[in-house]
């Protein structure tokens, strides 16, 4: 191959990375902050409510607006008693979430719909779903109904909790889903983004969690959900969260945000199930480093 081609060829190529740094170098990057949540998952032990405010406070320290404090199930948690406190002191509670279930059980391949779920108690859901899932028969409960159920999830929260809640939808079998149910994710996504502004959720988000698929491949799923949003005129959050795993999670992460993201939802610290996640450090010290003045002045 004469070396002109090859010139032009590592040229094309590069240009191409570089309108990847033009993208994380204007990012305006949303964090909604996970320290308190993530660094229980797949511990041998649970926080105290002392442990909880230690985190809570240095993650205030940090200046993040947005940050996750709860987990709620149908068992009794310390977070239930957190919360609580964190009213009590009088704390903002406005831009403070918890993860919610979108169904609290399946009985016979048959969603319970009519029972709400007990995670749906902070003014802010981040209400998870999986898509992919065999336990659901989605020949009864299609996706269609798992759509209707979102807004009615939706409506209560901004009923019973706040009109101005910023409710979320986590895409938590986001792998799984873009390999064997692409269409049933993409339907739920442009449902969402076909409503109404008023009713539609502040934001979507997903995560990686097995590690299994390089960054190119996460990536596109991340530009072609981002595509259905904009075709849909809805330049709404897109949040993603990424495991370590073989070691891909912050480059994974990066190819997340060059392709559509717009934020992250991680703790400040890499520790976490599936030996640490892309951590939030990391992620914003890469767009500083590439000259993004909107993290810095932040």
Known sequence: MPFEDVIKYVGDSIAQEKSKRAR????????????????????????????KWKIYNEVKKCGFKFIVVAAFSHMTRVD??????????????????????????VNDGIPDTKTTPVGLRLINPMIEIDLAIDSINW???????MCQLLVQ?????????????????????????????MERLFTVVDF?????????????????????????????????????????????????HVHKK???GEMTQLECLVNGA????????????GLGHACSTVTLMNLVRMGNTKVQQR
């Open 192 to 240: 969402l983004a076909s409503l109404p502004a008023s009713e539609r959720p502040f934001g979507i988000m997903f995560e990686e969690p097995t590690g299994k698929y390089l960054p190119e491949e996460v990536g596109a799923w991340t530009a072609g959900v981002r595509k259905i949003m904009d075709s849909r005129g809805w330049s709404g959050n897109l949040l993603a």
């Open 246 to 248: 073989w070691a891909l």
């Open 24 to 51: 994380l170098q204007d990012l305006d990057l949303i964090v909604v902050d996970n320290s308190i949540r993530e660094s229980t998952v797949g511990q041998l032990r649970g926080h105290t409510l002392e442990n």
């Open 80 to 105: 239930d008693t957190f919360i609580r406190e964190i009213v009590a002191k009088g704390e903002d509670v406005n831009n403070l979430f918890a993860f919610t279930e979108v169904i609290e059980e």
């Open 139 to 145: 020949d009864v409960f299609t996706v269609q109904d």
């Open 153 to 181: 999830r939706f409506k209560w929260s901004r009923k019973k909790l706040s009109p101005n809640a910023k409710i979320m939808v986590n895409l938590r079998d986001f792998p799984d889903a873009m390999v064997y149910q």
């Open 262 to 273: 717009n934020g992250i939802w991680a703790s400040v610290c890499e520790e976490g199930a």
